[in-house]
Antibody
């Protein structure tokens, strides 16, 4: 059974940093691209970032480019999102997702999400 | 990248069919066959319902179908059931090598 467990969310000050983790199990982690998607309270879904299976290529939404860094440790079956220079508008539930065998055309499995609140 | 355009809400009675539209541009929906649809119940994580415009993942009911014409993709749910009441989001690949979601549609089963 595929399981994705996010952690690392919490309260951060504007300008601060947080690192989210997503522990994966139930599949061969190193064979799949992974994704982060966020949802601000009461709002819709927003794609944040993707990383290919090897970690060799990464992609970002314009809203986070230069501030967030996606990475993965295939030896630990873990996906990360380093978030720097946080803003109030980054407040959201962050979901990690497992992409399909052909890529991130569809996010097949989702974690339960971790809440990030940016406030002074 | 602007969000794809979806109706804010749609409704239907049990047993009926409904269609949710998702309108983009030639730089996203119209340019690629990489449209997916997600169902989200309140307080829950999204669930993939359709990928690559019209493909259903294993385990998703065949009451759900997807299509595309030009810059508009559509999700059709036939034989509406109470459990289908949820928010639905479309997503498309873009010419900037990014992904963009629609604003979401709230489906009410009357």
């Amino acid at each position: 059974e595929v399981q994705l467990l996010e952690s690392g969310g919490g309260l951060a000050q504007p300008g601060g940093s947080l690192r989210l983790s997503c522990a994966a199990s139930g599949f061969t982690f190193s064979s799949y691209a992974m994704s982060w998607v966020r949802q601000a309270p009461g709002k819709g879904l927003e794609w944040v970032s993707d990383i290919v299976d090897s970690g060799g290529s990464t992609y970002y939404a314009d809203s986070v480019k230069g501030r967030f860094t996606i990475s993965r440790d295939n030896s630990k079956n873990t996906l990360y999102l380093q978030m720097n220079s946080l803003r109030a508008e980054d407040t959201a539930v962050f979901y990690c997702g497992k992409c399909g065998s052909a890529g991130c055309q569809g996010i097949e499995y989702w974690g339960q999400g971790t809440l990030v609140t940016v406030s002074s | 990248q602007s969000a794809l355009t979806q109706p804010a809400s749609v409704s239907g009675s049990p047993g009926q069919s409904i269609t949710i539209s998702c309108t983009g541009t030639s730089s996203d929906v119209g340019g690629y066959n990489y449209v997916s649809w997600y169902q989200q119940h309140p307080g829950k994580a999204p669930k993939l319902m359709i990928y690559d415009v019209s493909n259903r993942p294993s385990g998703v009911s065949n009451r759900f179908s997807g299509s595309k014409s030009g810059n508009t993709a559509s999700l059709t749910i036939s034989g509406l059931q109470a459990e289908d009441e949820a928010d639905y989001y479309c997503r498309s690949y873009t010419s900037s090598s990014t992904w963009v979601f629609g604003g979401g549609t709230k489906l009410t089963v009357l």
